[in-house]
């Protein structure tokens, strides 16, 4: 069974940084396409960040240069750094994962498994 828990939410101050961790267990997060997303007050969830079996990275073009993506194989853990953080990044964050995926895609439907999200509110 897999399960994903996020965690490292918060509230920060324009320009703040924030450090979101996801820890996965049921599959290996060196194997699989995993993924952040958002979904920000009445908007529909959007992909932010994902990685690849291969490491490989793609950003949503919002938070390229701002975010970056990155896993620990050993400890089985996503995580998402995020930088320059401004109000327009508020929003619930979610790590997702799908063991039939094959290649990175930032559109929500192509994932069935999801973490529980963790609040991140950013102040002007």
């Known amino acids: 069974q897999v399960q994903l828990v996020e965690s490292g939410g918060g509230s920060v101050q324009t320009g703040g940084s924030l450090r979101l961790s996801c820890a996965a267990s049921?599959?290996?997060?060196?194997?699989?396409?995993m993924g952040w997303f958002r979904q920000r007050p009445g908007k529909e969830r959007e992909g932010v960040a994902i990685i690849d079996g291969g490491a490989v990275t793609t950003y949503a073009d919002s938070v390229k240069g701002r975010f970056t993506i990155s896993k620990d194989n050993a400890k089985n853990t996503l995580y998402l750094q995020m930088n320059s953080l401004n109000p327009e990044d508020t929003a619930v964050y979610y790590c997702?994962?799908?063991?039939?995926?094959?290649?990175?895609?930032?559109?929500?439907?192509?994932?069935?498994?999801w973490g529980q999200g963790t609040q991140v509110t950013v102040s002007s």
């Open positions: 997702a994962t799908d063991r039939f995926l094959s290649r990175a895609s930032l559109v929500a439907g192509s994932y069935n498994h």
């Open positions: 049921g599959l290996s997060v060196k194997t699989y396409v």
